[in-house]
């Protein structure tokens, strides 16, 4: 069966649907289940703990936002086929990330974050940048993104209460697809990125974070 191949403009267009499902629709996922879906029904949470999950699940889900748009931009920019289809498969992934915090803001009455558009925006040309740059380094990018999450799953891991059993059902497993990308795109040739690139983007996932907790 011949496989079809696509073009820069069909890209493109798959990209903008992307965008629009990501920020406004429904997002495509894969087949996994919610992780919190096998939890006990919902602990009593003060209003304090509540308030925190909630803040701390509309960053997850900003997060996740970003990451969506950083890994398709990467996808439309990259040189080797083998390394696109990493990149759209980790975007699927981050996909079931999106939603499973979407749901989780919601059940716990909160909001998501009123800037998730700039997010997207900002993130998708930086994504699209690495890939320019080549292949090496877009994967050293996703290396270090990932690893910088995975610090970040561990402070709201600390952060949430410990009687909010389906946030952290979602966050650890979260917390082990984002250390899987990053392996992959390390064995996939991902280069060492300098220290002042790794420090800016600390810096810039930082400003993202403590934004989302509150707009």
């Not at 996740?64 to 975007?91: K, P, S, W």
Request: hydrophobic share 40%.
């Amino acid at each position: 069966m011949e496989i079809r191949q696509y073009s820069p403009l069909d890209r493109l267009v798959m990209n903008v649907d992307q965008a629009l499902r990501t920020l406004v629709g429904k997002p495509l996922v894969t087949e996994r289940p919610n992780p919190a879906r096998d939890c006990v029904e919902e602990t009593d949470l003060s209003a304090a703990e509540k308030d925190r999950s909630v803040r701390l699940m509309r960053v997850n889900h900003s997060g996740e936002v970003a990451a969506q748009a950083l890994y398709q931009g990467q996808a439309l920019t990259a040189r080797l086929d083998g390394v696109r289809e990493r990149m759209e498969r980790a975007a699927d992934e981050e996909n079931d990330h999106l939603e499973w915090c979407e749901q989780r803001v919601r059940e716990l009455g909160g909001r998501l974050s009123l800037l998730n558009p700039v997010w997207y925006l900002g993130s998708f040309a930086i994504g699209a940048g690495a890939g320019l740059v080549g292949d090496r380094w877009s994967l050293g990018f996703v290396v270090e993104t990932e690893k910088q999450v995975v610090d970040h799953l561990d402070k709201h891991l600390e952060q949430i209460s410990e009687k909010d059993v389906k946030s952290r059902a979602i966050l650890e497993q979260m917390k082990q697809d984002e250390a899987r990308h990053g392996a992959a795109a390390r064995l996939a040739g991902g280069a060492d990125l300098p220290p002042p690139v790794r420090k800016l983007m600390r810096l810039t996932s930082n400003i993202m974070t403590g934004t989302a907790a509150l707009v």
